[in-house]
């Protein structure tokens, strides 16, 4: 990306994040239970870094096999290995898994845990959604900007049931972008 384009990309980032801690304080439907919205005063981010977004090719898999999930309060939710992404962090070639409710959906979800998680982020992972009007290229490629990762759900509040990130996304490197732990 040129240096006007990384501007551009990152104040897109920036107001995304400003929309969001929009709605998490002042909308009935946030997450936020109505006692922790009253105090609340936006959520933590790491800073805004290209080295954590990338252009890269899906590798399909010839058959989506399903995956059986565990959620956070101990239920299960299946969802269709779709492919892999395979990308470099810190010189390191990492792969991430993603996934579909169903075959018939366009987007593509892929939650990961990493060596932040747990401290610097939120414990059980966080998540990436993928939405072909924003994520995809004219070329087929997707835009995986983990810069866009966010907690589930059940971060903020007990009353949600959030699917946990597969072991094949639990990384072993730091992904020191996105959306850090919240402290309620």
Not at 35 to 56: C, I, M, N, S, T
Not at 62 to 68: I, K, L, S
Not at 149 to 164: H, K, M, Q, V
Request: charged share 35%; glycine share 6%.
């Amino acid at each position: 990306m040129t240096e006007q384009h990384t501007q551009q990309w990152a104040r897109e980032v920036e107001a995304q994040r400003e929309r969001k801690d929009e709605y998490f304080g002042e909308d009935q439907r946030s997450p936020l239970p109505p006692d922790v919205r009253a105090e609340f005063d936006g959520l933590d981010y790491y800073e805004v870094d290209p080295d954590y977004r990338f252009v890269v090719e899906l590798e399909a898999y010839d058959e989506p096999e399903p995956v059986v999930v565990g959620t956070s309060t101990d239920g299960e939710q299946e969802y269709l290995a779709w492919g892999e992404f395979t990308v470099e962090i810190a010189g390191e070639a990492v792969s991430v898994t993603a996934y579909k409710g169903d075959s018939e959906e366009d987007r593509l979800w892929v939650p990961f845990r990493d060596e932040t998680s747990g401290e610097e982020t939120y414990g059980a992972g966080r998540y990436l959604d993928l939405e072909p009007e924003h994520h995809r290229t004219e070329d087929g490629r997707w835009i995986l900007d983990f810069n866009e990762a966010y907690n589930p759900t059940c971060a903020y509040s007990d009353r949600y049931e959030c699917p946990l990130p597969p072991t094949e996304n639990w990384l072993d490197v730091p992904i020191e972008a996105g959306e850090r732990a919240f402290e309620k």
